[in-house]
T-cell receptor, first 108, second 111 residues
């Protein structure tokens, strides 16, 4: 049971921002929110994670709702290389339970 | 760093044969994970180790599957005997904190 809900797919145009939503309404107070992505024919790749505060790194930003029941992964300028399946995962410690993720399609 | 190394990258075997998948984690990482990915079931955690000790093997499908980590730089996942339903991509990942680093995977086909 992945315990997160994500849209099956989303589309974006290159150079535009992308907001990938995730619902985790049953999250516990100690669970972190992790995002991974999987490019075609590759293993999953870590993107970002957070607990309560919004987080930024070189790949993306993570906006976490104040009640922590949802979060949004933000890619500021989508590129063709960002086309992948994005997984939102809530986890207490190390054990990642992957759901079906959101397939992001990026058009030139 | 070369990243997580898995071998072989592809394996084709006949039903009933023993299959051994190998993984070399990133040096210094104290957690190692084995995952399986299929179209039907997605990505599943099979087992993970901390400091070479198995911590959680609840995802191992059945007794035909076994995993070992004899030292910090090597782990194996063995299937004996293999069955067609074991066909999948098997990923190894390692971690020393919050981020898991995945290998390129081994694509296993059991005919």
């Amino acid at each position: 049971d992945a315990k997160t809900t994500q849209p099956n797919s989303m589309e974006s145009n290159e150079e535009e921002p992308v907001h990938l939503p995730c619902n985790h309404s049953t999250i516990s107070g100690t669970d972190y929110i992790h995002w991974y992505r999987q490019l075609p024919s590759q293993g999953p790749e870590y993107v970002i994670h957070g607990l309560t505060s919004n987080v930024n790194n070189r790949m993306a930003s993570l906006a976490i709702a104040e009640d922590r029941k949802s979060s949004t992964l933000i890619l500021h300028r989508a590129t063709l290389r960002d086309a992948a399946v994005y997984y939102c995962i809530r986890t207490g410690f190390q054990k990642l339970v992957f759901g079906t993720g959101t397939r992001l399609l990026v058009s030139p | 760093d070369a990243g997580v190394i898995q071998s072989p990258r592809h394996e084709v075997t006949e039903m009933g044969q023993e299959v051994t998948l190998r993984c070399k984690p990133i040096s210094g990482h104290d957690y190692l994970f084995w995952y399986r990915q299929t179209m039907m079931r997605g990505l599943e955690l099979l087992i993970y180790f901390n400091n070479n000790v198995p911590i959680d093997d609840s995802g191992m499908p059945e007794d035909r599957f076994s995993a070992k980590m004899p030292n910090a730089s090597f782990s194996t996942l063995k299937i004996q005997p293999s069955e067609p339903r074991d066909s999948a991509v098997y990923f190894c990942a390692s971690s020393q904190g919050d981020e898991q680093y995945f290998g390129p995977g081994t694509r296993l086909t059991v005919t």
